[in-house]
């Protein structure tokens, strides 16, 4: 089974301190993606990263790093100093190769900056 | 580079009437999916194509009809609008390779059914 876990539901954070998104996942599949989505109060849906199974190096840019560890089956999305700008809902999503065809999203966490 | 257009933005309609939502893409993609979104319930795939005249059903297809009679196009119909079927509807596509690349979404459709 294919599953995406986003147990945070709402979270407010005062402007400029870091906040962690969790999201942890369920999958059979060997080889794997997963991926973070942006949803602005404008509505649409950005694409922020993309990352295999087989690579577990942590990434940034800029104020953004995901940590991914597939002993513990989680990719979280940490922001740096947040910003008003990063108000918004966020959503985890896994495909794996054997279900190539289809993305499993969480649930998302809705993420305010108070000013 | 329009990229994914969908129409219409935003429709209300009254229960039992029909309605198409019409979802579009530029890149040349084979794959496209139609997603629904609720509060609380992330997004839930309704149905999902892997090419031209392919329909495959997702989570939630119930209610929901679709076809791709062209490659760049992807369609969803209600035939019998329901209350349930409030939502705001996005439909996505991606390229066949890699086979695991990222969704692009379009701007969504805000449908209202009275």
């Known amino acids: 089974a294919q599953k995406v876990t986003q147990a945070q539901t709402e979270i407010s954070v005062v402007e400029k301190e870091d906040v962690t998104l969790d999201c942890v996942y369920e999958?059979?599949?060997?080889?794997?993606?997963l991926f973070w989505y942006k949803q602005p109060p404008s509505g649409e849906l950005v694409f922020l990263i993309r990352?295999?199974?087989?690579?577990?190096q942590n990434e940034i840019s800029g104020r953004y790093s995901w940590n991914f560890q597939k002993s513990t089956s989680s990719f979280n999305f940490t922001i740096t100093a947040s910003q008003v700008v990063d108000s918004a809902v966020y959503f985890c999503?896994?495909?794996?190769?054997?279900?190539?065809?289809?993305?499993?999203f969480g649930t998302g966490t809705s993420l305010t900056v108070i000013p | 580079n329009a990229g994914v257009t969908q129409t219409p933005k935003f429709r209300v309609l009254k229960t039992g009437q029909s309605m198409t939502l019409l979802c579009a893409q530029d890149?040349?993609?084979?794959?496209m999916y139609w997603y629904r979104q609720d509060p609380g319930m992330g997004l839930r795939l309704i149905h999902y194509?892997?090419?031209?005249?392919?329909?495959a059903k997702g989570e939630v297809p119930d209610g929901y009809n679709v076809s791709r009679l062209k490659k760049q196009n992807f369609l969803l119909g209600l035939e019998s609008a329901a209350p349930s079927q409030t939502s705001v509807y996005f439909c996505a596509s991606r390229a066949s390779l890699p086979r695991t690349g990222e969704l692009f979404f379009g701007e969504g459709s805000r449908l209202t059914v009275l």
């Open positions: 194509s892997v090419g031209e005249g392919t329909t």
């Open positions: 999503a896994l495909s794996g190769t054997n279900t190539g065809n289809q993305f499993y």
């Open positions: 890149m040349n993609h084979e794959y």
């Open positions: 999958t059979r599949d060997t080889t794997y993606y």
């Open positions: 990352r295999n199974s087989f690579d577990e």
